[in-house]
């Protein structure tokens, strides 16, 4: 797989352990690690938490240019929440306390956004869609539709790769035919977009007619008495992964 193939939320194959945990341990171990990111007081705290994501991307052996890649949209909202901070913290505190207001929480929100996408760079998008099903089964017996939620996701987590593929054929294709999309002030910027966005809903919605028409014939009625090809099996290395991030965790709560 070429680096220039990699968009965000696409999964990279590596056949890492990381790879072969199972996703409701990864969805756990997630969740105990956000949990954790978002009341950190210092950078003493991101940093272990950084230093932990680093030894997570090693181990999926997925390389930080196409994790990096792979988050760049990202980064324009980071650019956003540094800029909003700044200015929000700079009318109730001097400018020195404004920055480190701003680059601290912009650092979080990087960190936070980086173990998130390590979720669906080292999990297939039906086996994220599984582990969900399973976490929120214990909701479909108060009406919520579970399957149903968990099955959007995964064609979610599956799809936005390929949309952002076809932007960027329509965005290549108007601009060889002498499409200015980056000249201009912002609001002939966003008109020049028009052109990319009209052929992409075409490309949305035939894909989901695609989808309908695929699901149809298989005759899909829904989750109840829905089998599995490959049904998730719990092991020692999940049981450890969250054991590991649940105690992680805890120890900065208690700190």
Not at 77 to 97: E, G, H, K, M, R
Not at 113 to 120: C, G, R, S, V
Not at 138 to 160: V, Y
């Amino acid at each position: 797989m070429f680096l220039s193939d990699i968009n965000l939320g696409q999964y990279v194959p590596t056949g890492s352990i990381i790879h072969k945990l199972d996703p409701r341990a990864k969805l756990f171990s997630l969740i105990f690690i956000i949990s954790a990111i978002f009341p950190a007081k210092n950078f003493f705290q991101l940093a272990f938490w950084a230093a932990l994501l680093a030894v997570i991307v090693h181990a999926s052996k997925i390389s930080w240019r196409i994790l990096l890649k792979s988050s760049r949209p990202v980064f324009f909202l980071v650019a956003f929440t540094f800029i909003f901070n700044l200015i929000a913290a700079y009318f109730s505190s001097d400018l020195s306390t404004a920055v480190y207001r701003a680059f601290f929480t912009s650092i979080r929100l990087i960190v936070l956004m980086l173990f998130a996408i390590m979720l669906p760079l080292t999990t297939a998008p039906l086996e994220l869609a599984d582990g969900l099903d399973y976490l929120l089964r214990p909701l479909a017996k108060i009406g919520f539709p579970a399957h149903e939620c968990s099955m959007m996701i995964g064609m979610a987590l599956r799809f936005i790769p390929l949309l952002m593929q076809e932007t960027d054929k329509i965005i290549k294709a108007q601009l060889s035919r002498g499409a200015r999309l980056d000249q201009g002030n912002l609001f002939q910027k966003v008109m020049a977009f028009f052109p990319v966005l009209i052929p992409l809903f075409i490309i949305i919605f035939r894909r989901a007619d695609e989808i309908a028409t695929a699901m149809e014939a298989r005759g899909y009625d829904g989750g109840s008495g829905r089998t599995r090809r490959k049904p998730l099996v719990w092991k020692f290395n999940d049981t450890a992964s969250v054991i590991i991030s649940g105690i992680s965790a805890g120890i900065f709560f208690v700190l």
